[in-house]
């Protein structure tokens, strides 16, 4: 396995989801030398508790996104983008993002 490129890819999706290193690690439940030891490719597959957590929090299909496949948008939402402006797009993107760390910060208590 590329643990480089896997590690990258979870470095792209913490930041896309506005998450410091230290909020990422405090979710997976593992310290922020550790993350970023995963995010640089210096350590390999996290223990089963930490997928499972970067399952929940970061990449729901997280064998597809470890193999690094994109996960497809379904095709209502696609539609429902499509019919949107650029900046629409981006707004809506940011709401996607609030959402999502709403629902994670909701599971965690």
Do not use: H
Request: charged share 25%; hydrophobic share 35%.
């Amino acid at each position: 396995m590329d643990w480089v490129s896997i590690g990258g890819r979870i470095r792209r999706q913490r930041e896309f989801l506005g998450y410091t290193r230290e909020q990422f690690a405090e979710l997976l439940d593992v310290t922020p030398k550790f993350c970023s030891d995963i995010e640089l490719g210096v350590k390999g597959c996290p223990s089963r508790p930490c997928a499972g957590s970067l399952r929940s929090c970061a990449c729901p299909r997280i064998s597809s996104f470890l193999a690094g496949r994109t996960p497809r948008v379904p095709a209502p939402s696609r539609k429902l983008l499509r019919s949107c402006s650029s900046s629409e797009q981006a707004y809506a993107e940011q709401l996607l993002k609030t959402f999502i760390m709403a629902m994670n910060a909701k599971e965690s208590l």
